[in-house]
Each structure stands twice: as C-alpha cells, then as structure tokens.
C-alpha cells in the first residue's frame, strides 16, 4: 500500500449512473466520494465532512445548479481555493463557468482517457500553484519578522539613551492594544479599524518616539523640568521622527508605512488645534495618533519622573478627561474611560 495519501474527488450529480461511471473510471488512481445534489455536495464540504483536492462539478441540476455550487464554494474559506471540473452536456456554459471560476469542463459522455488526464493535468497545477502560494507567505512571513525585529532594535536603540522612554514604549504597546481592541467595538469607530489595521496598527507604536536619537543628550538627559527654549528642542523629534520613518520604509508596505508615520508625527497633536508639529486639529488628525495621544499622557503621567513623582491613577483620570475636546478626541476619551480599570490594572513591570 502506498505511503502517500491519495486525492480525494467529489464527484457532484443528480444522475446516478453519471456519478457510478465517474467513480468507475477514477478508482484505480483516486479516493472519491459522491453528492447527489449541490446542496449535498455543499452541506459536506462546507461541515468539513469531506475535504476535496478537486470537485467534478454537474451543471444542470435542480434546486441548485453547478453555477450556483460554484459561486458559493468560491465565498467560503474551506472551498474557495479547490479547483472544479464542470462537467457538462451544454454547449454554451463553458464562458459563465469560466467567469466563476471553473478550471475546466468535461463533456458527456465520457470519454476515459479525456476525463483522467484532464483530473491528473489540474491537480498538478493546482499544487504547484499551492507550492508557490505557501512559499510566497513563508517569505512573507520571513519579511515580517525581519520587519517587526527592526521595530524591536530601533526601539531599543531609545531605550539605550533614555531608560524612561524605552520602558515607556513597551508599555504604550499593551494599552494602546486595550484602547483599539475597544473601540474596535464601537459603531463609530469600527468601520476605521479594521482587522487587519489593527495588528499593524499596534505595532506601528514602537517608533512613535523614535526622533528622540537626534536630541542632544543635555536636552533628552536633563535631570529637571526643561526650559521653553529646551522644550522647543524636544517638539521637534515628532517631525524628525516621520523623516527618519520615511527614510527607512518602502512603498511595499504602505499601510504599515502610513501608520508608523501618522502615530510617530502626529501624537502631540491637539484636538483644538493648538498642537505640534503641524497645528492639526480635529478629525484631520489621524486616529492612529489620536489613540496614541491618550495613550502616551496617561502613561507619562502616572510614571515617575526625576522632577516628579508618579500620578495616581484617579489623578491620571481626572486630567484626562478634563482634556477631552481640547487636547484630547473626546469620543477617543469616552471609550478610555469604559476602559480605566484596564489601564489601572495594567501590568506595567512586566512588559
């Protein structure tokens, strides 16, 4: 007996002499189940009862014809990518089947030899296309990671100069996932978060401070308050913070590109307008820096520093909202505060 599994065809028919002559001429060479009707064709496949490598497709079939089957088994995740062999009397189907998706046709009646190699012909395409697929995400995926290390080291790099800051960026990762991971709930919000804006959201907030490498040491280092003409300094790592941001990134990722810059550039942006560095205000500030803003305040606020001592919770809250609809969004504003306890609650040793 042979140590590879063979392939599986879902021979789908409302005739029954159809699906037995099919059967007949595939057994030598594979495993095949039967469907007597799209529907039952569809009920086990989608149940997960049958799983297979290629679908020989009727098209004249009542209740639910092949096209149908076919339309829907392209909308669903468990058969959207398993090749479909029409198989068919009809002369003029082949463009509609075509349209949605189909591989090929087989004709009645059969002819043997035409029905195996037309089956051997698109198994094989169809798993040298799989092939590819997979190692196309395996470098993805490798891509990725080099990505998400890089994030890793240049946020490093910060922390190497300044230890509040370095800390304070691993902490601003886990509440800012708390923040979007709510407001993802909301109907106002829900449609400007996506899914897949979510993850690359988040991990777009390593480098939010990553201008701070070009602020000179007496400034960045300064062990009390800093003066106006200090401060000044210390604004302008938000603009050399989307520079840097721009310099390193490609177009070959422009969501993520698009996100490290909104947050990087545009956190110190005030609802009022009265922020920097381009005096935004409003909903022309990006979300992204909007959430990052609630994030990076309340986080600064409740951390010890040398010229002060940490803010408690509560006071961290109260200041907060006081600047909801002036330095802060307040609809942003209304969801942290369904949140707080999360954010008092939140492990801060241990990011």
């Known amino acids: 007996m042979s140590s590879h599994a063979r392939d599986l065809i879902l021979v789908v028919d409302d005739v029954e ?19 007597a009707s799209g529907m039952e064709a569809i009920d086990m496949m989608f149940s997960g009862g049958v799983e297979p490598s290629l679908v020989l497709l009727d098209i004249q079939m009542p209740d639910l014809d092949g096209l149908a089957v076919l339309e829907m088994m392209k909308g669903h995740p468990l058969t959207e990518r398993i090749p ?20 090929d046709f087989i004709t009645k009646p059969f002819n043997r030899q035409v029905v195996t ?6 198994l094989t395409i169809h798993k040298y296309q799989t092939q590819l697929e ?3 995400s395996a470098k993805v995926e490798e891509l990725m990671h080099s990505r998400d290390k890089m994030l ?51 991990k777009s907030v390593p480098l939010h401070d990553i201008g701070k490498i070009a602020i000179p040491d007496g400034v960045l280092l300064k062990p009390e308050r800093l003066t106006p003409e200090e401060f000044e300094i210390i604004k302008t790592h938000s603009a050399i913070g989307s520079a840097i941001i721009d310099s390193i990134m490609n177009e070959e990722d422009p969501l993520f590109h698009k996100h490290c810059r909104d947050i990087c550039r545009h956190h110190h942006e005030r609802w009022d307008g009265k ?35 940490p803010f408690t919770h509560d006071q961290a809250v109260k200041i907060i909202t006081e600047g909801a609809g002036t330095q802060f969004d307040p609809n942003v504003i209304d969801a942290f505060l369904e949140v707080e306890e999360e954010f008092k609650n939140f492990d801060r040793d241990n990011v």
């Open 275 to 309: 922020g920097y560095p381009d005096g935004l205000s409003g909903t022309d500030i990006p979300l992204s820096a909007r959430i990052l803003a609630v994030v990076d305040v309340y986080d600064a606020l409740v951390s010890p520093r040398v010229y002060k001592a």
């Open 152 to 202: 890793e080291n240049m946020a490093n790099i910060i922390e190497y100069r300044d230890l509040e800051s370095g800390q304070h960026v691993k902490r601003t990762i886990g509440m800012t996932r708390i923040l979007v991971d709510h407001l993802r709930d909301e109907i106002k919000f829900d449609r400007h978060i996506p899914h897949g804006d979510r993850d690359i959201l988040i």
């Open 117 to 122: 190699l037309r089956i051997a012909n698109q």
């Open 84 to 103: 479909v062999i029409f198989i068919t009397a009809e002369e003029n189907a082949e463009t509609r089947g075509l349209e949605l998706g189909a591989v």
């Open 17 to 35: 002499i159809n699906r037995d002559l099919l059967e007949s001429i595939l057994t030598d060479s594979y495993d095949v189940a039967q469907a």
């Open 134 to 136: 997979d190692m196309v």
